[in-house]
């Protein structure tokens, strides 16, 4: 099983430490990057991974395992938050909202093969919808339905369930198309999170451990009553072990700084959870596996 893990792990944090170096020396810009990834390669990856999805009520539990999955550590944060006098809007939402595109992906479609990637990108449309309206709804205090459905991977979302529900079949060179397209999305994600690892400080040090291991209390929760009352299959079973504990997202620190809401102890939590899953993946890998 070792060389099973090391075999999934090894391309996804290759790319990652290629990423770093990328950063550490190059030092480029990755914003507008990053913006042309979530604007144009990852809603490709999204519709044309939605499009060709079954969809019916077998879905549904895979559904209600992801919304178990955000809205459980966002509950278990209310009293931890109260406890600890910690500001609740700063130390929610990097349990709430992990890294279900960049690093999720990868692992899920390198950990389970292709047959995974429809459901890791169901996850991740999810979580990333939920993130931009009711994630928005708890730092800001205008409407963010208006900004939600302006978002590409918004869009592309609907225009997939349109299509997919509708039965109208997708012109294949069209189609062809928005696949090659969506192919860029990955990697992109991985050099971006090893670039942002240049970030990494010191300081930040005790507040990423703390928030790890609060992401790794509140998913365990999480995935216990996915495991105990979410009737899945092996696969889906086996990538919830992996979605419920996974590190912080990017995208909590962009909304923090946004919101001016304890921006840089936000980047801790990002930076170092990221960090920390090095060590964690490959124990949550075996425990995922082991369920098989």
Not at 91 to 105: E, T, V, Y
Not at 218 to 229: N, R
Not at 258 to 279: C, H, K, Y
Request: glycine share 6%; net charge positive.
């Amino acid at each position: 099983m070792l060389e099973q893990i090391v075999g999934i792990l090894f391309p996804v944090f290759t790319l990652v430490l290629i990423g770093f170096a990328v950063g550490r020396w190059l030092k480029p810009d990755f914003r507008p990057i990053n913006r042309i990834n979530m604007d144009a390669f990852t809603p490709a990856l999204v519709f044309s991974s939605l499009v060709a999805m079954p969809l019916d009520v077998e879905q549904l539990p895979l559904l209600y395992a992801s919304l178990i999955a955000v809205f459980i550590p966002g509950i278990l944060m209310i009293p931890v938050c109260r406890f600890s006098k910690l500001n609740y809007k700063a130390w929610a939402p990097p349990q709430m909202f992990r890294n279900s595109g960049n690093l999720a992906i990868p692992l899920f479609t390198y950990a389970f093969g292709d047959s995974a990637l429809a459901p890791a990108v169901l996850l991740f449309v999810v979580s990333a919808c939920v993130h931009s309206s009711l994630g928005l709804a708890m730092l800001s205090n205008g409407n963010p339905f208006k900004q939600m459905i302006k978002m590409p991977i918004f869009i592309a979302t609907c225009a997939a369930l349109l299509v997919n529900i509708s039965g109208v079949g997708v012109w294949k060179p069209l189609y062809d198309a928005t696949a090659l397209l969506g192919q860029a999305a990955v990697p992109v994600m991985l050099l971006s999170l090893g670039a942002q690892m240049c970030h990494l400080r010191l300081e930040g040090l005790k507040i990423g451990l703390v928030c790890t291991c609060q992401s790794l209390a509140t998913g365990a929760v999480a995935f216990s009553l996915i495991y105990f009352f979410v009737p899945l299959p092996t696969l889906e079973l086996q990538m919830m072990v992996l979605f419920t504990m996974l590190p912080p997202a990017v995208m909590n620190y962009l909304y923090a700084e946004r919101f001016v809401v304890e921006p840089n102890n936000v980047a801790s939590m990002v930076l170092f959870g990221n960090f920390f899953s090095i060590f964690a993946l490959p124990l949550l890998l075996m425990f995922s596996l082991s369920l098989a």
